[in-house]
């Protein structure tokens, strides 16, 4: 696992956890801040699964 994996997961987590914060006291501005926040974790994860596959191939 590489640091881009590590830290797009973490960033998953912590947006996953500024949404559901944001649906339970219902502040619609946390909730669209943490879900954005996870699609870019999913994103750095994805980068880093790439250069991973990269490494893994030369």
Request: net charge positive; glycine share 12%.
């Amino acid at each position: 696992m590489n640091e881009d994996q590590v830290k797009g997961k973490a960033k998953q987590v912590v947006g996953q956890v500024k949404q559901t914060t944001g649906k339970v006291v219902g502040n619609k501005s946390l909730e669209n801040k943490g879900r954005l926040q996870k699609s870019l974790g999913e994103l750095q994860e994805d980068v880093g699964d790439i250069k991973e596959e990269i490494a893994r191939n030369h």
